[in-house]
């Protein structure tokens, strides 16, 4: 069975500070993909990054990076200079690909940032 | 830039009635998820559809839900009857293929209360 852990409810940080989400996972398969969602409070669930298993560089995406420690099963998402706008929750991935087609996500139970002026 | 459309946005029911989301893919996506989301909590997947056919629904509560997708494209989840329990978003989204890497595509969910 796969599990991911997100250990902060909540974080509260000064714009235009860099911030780190952190996240472990648990999981027996080989393949897989890690990712990170950020949900506003109108709901939807907003794709920010992706890292797969076998991925030798740390995913970046404009002001997201990913910061994927194998050997650890962490996968802890930093956000460069925040803005007021990220604030929202935040959930960590995971997707097996251990094959049989189900392929459905495993989320954490999220963290819950607020960027304050 | 498509989307995944679901509806209602909104639905508040008593408990004991019959209940149902809509949820229709972007054109030409194979694989459609319905998620659960309790509030406060990740979404955790119910079902999942590869064109009409399950591929999974080992979360789903069969006494009282149901998730069809007749023709491939739209589906359809249904709650029968409703429990306080099941208030929560449910969330739908979909993805072009069953395998390696892809971008998942959600709906903005419905939000259920049931009184």
Redesign the interface.
């Known amino acids: 069975a796969q599990k991911i852990t997100q250990t902060q409810p909540g974080m509260f940080v000064q714009e235009k500070e860099a911030v780190t989400l952190d996240c472990t996972y648990d999981t027996s398969d080989q393949s897989y993909g890690l990712f990170w969602y950020k949900q506003p409070s109108s709901g939807e669930m907003i794709f920010l990054i992706y890292q797969g298993s076998y991925d030798e560089q740390n995913a970046t995406e404009g002001r997201y990076s990913l910061n994927f420690q194998k050997a650890r099963k962490s996968a802890n998402l930093v956000i460069s200079a925040s803005q007021l706008g990220d604030s929202a929750m935040y959930f960590c991935a995971m997707r097996s690909f251990s094959g049989g087609g189900a392929d459905g996500l495993t989320f954490g139970k999220g963290t819950h940032l607020i960027i304050q002026p | 830039e498509a989307e995944v459309a679901q509806s209602p946005r909104y639905k508040i029911t008593e408990k004991s009635q019959a209940v149902a989301f809509w949820c229709d893919p972007i054109s030409g996506h194979a694989?459609l998820?319905w998620?659960r989301q309790i509030l406060?909590?990740?979404?955790?997947?119910l079902v999942?559809f590869?064109d009409e056919s399950v591929?999974?629904d080992s979360q789903l509560p069969k006494d009282r839900f149901s998730a069809e997708r007749l023709k491939g494209v739209d589906s359809t989840l249904k709650i029968q009857p409703a429990e306080l329990g099941d208030s929560a978003?449910y969330?739908c989204?979909s993805s072009p293929v069953?395998?390696g890497?892809y971008?998942?595509?959600?709906?903005?969910?419905t939000?259920l209360t049931v009184v």
């Open positions: 694989t998820y998620y406060g909590q990740g979404p955790e997947l999942q590869q591929v999974d978003m969330l989204a069953a395998t890497f971008g998942y595509t959600f709906g903005s969910g939000r």
